[in-house]
């Protein structure tokens, strides 16, 4: 996805919060940009000229916001983990996680048919919320509105979902952490919710029970009313997506 995805969320923010909206290397402003690690993910966002900042990652972006925060903990204030997991694949030790022979499945699916997978990829974002039809129109039009995301860069974040395990790092983060999920997510198991108190006994964790891996986008208004009662805890913040 790209910056524009955030865009009905902004309508609705109030004015005492000053969102900057951030594209990862290969997606929209930045499409013609590669990557080839989380390593590089991170530094990209450290690289961002702005002030300590609440960050809000969403999903493979939650990833990205955990691991920069802990390498970078005057950069972040707090933040907000979206729809999103430090271990997005099943283990043994593990069992919040995908199992790998579906995510193989889908990283095949995406090299033998790129514009069917996403589509169907984005039908899935949104399936077992409440307005589905009309978010996977919002979805289409934000994901159009920029320029495509390159393979390479889709294909490196597949890896970097795949391989990435944040679990232990967790522990380490000592600003404010607050996770979002969505009692429907068919990505992000939320069973996740009770592992999160023993990876992260500090952290704040909200479960919009109707939701599925968009909560932004289908439960608008109670994704607000999260995100901003948890900024007003925090003193001098600019949220950044």
Not at 56 to 74: H, I, M, T
Not at 80 to 98: A, H, K, N, Y
Request: glycine share 6%; proline share 5%.
């Amino acid at each position: 996805m790209n910056h524009r995805v955030w865009q009905p969320l902004l309508e609705v923010l109030p004015d005492w919060i000053e969102p900057k909206c951030i594209d990862l290397p290969g997606h929209g402003n930045r499409a013609g940009e590669d990557f080839v690690s989380l390593d590089e993910l991170v530094t990209a966002l450290a690289e961002i000229n702005t002030a300590p900042a609440l960050w809000v990652g969403w999903s493979l972006g939650g990833l990205v916001v955990a691991e920069f925060a802990r390498r970078y903990p005057d950069k972040a204030k707090a933040v907000m983990l979206v729809s999103s997991t430090p271990c997005f694949i099943e283990r043994q030790d593990w069992s919040c996680g995908m199992p790998e022979s579906v995510f193989d499945q889908f990283a095949a699916d995406m090299e033998a048919d790129f514009s069917g997978t996403i589509q169907r990829f984005l039908a899935l974002q949104v399936r077992g919320s409440d307005a589905g039809r009309q978010l996977l129109r919002q979805l289409r039009q934000h994901l159009l509105a920029c320029q495509q995301p390159n393979q390479t860069a889709l294909r490196a974040g597949l890896q970097v979902l795949k391989s990435t395990d944040l679990r232990e790092q967790l522990a380490e983060l000592r600003m404010p952490v607050y996770w979002l999920l969505g009692g429907r997510d068919t990505l992000v198991n939320v069973d996740l919710a009770r592992e999160l108190e023993k990876l992260n006994p500090h952290a704040g964790v909200t479960v919009i029970e109707k939701a599925a891996h968009a909560p932004f986008l289908s439960h608008i208004e109670e994704f607000c009313d999260s995100l901003t009662g948890f900024a007003d805890t925090i003193d001098d913040i600019t949220p950044s997506f």
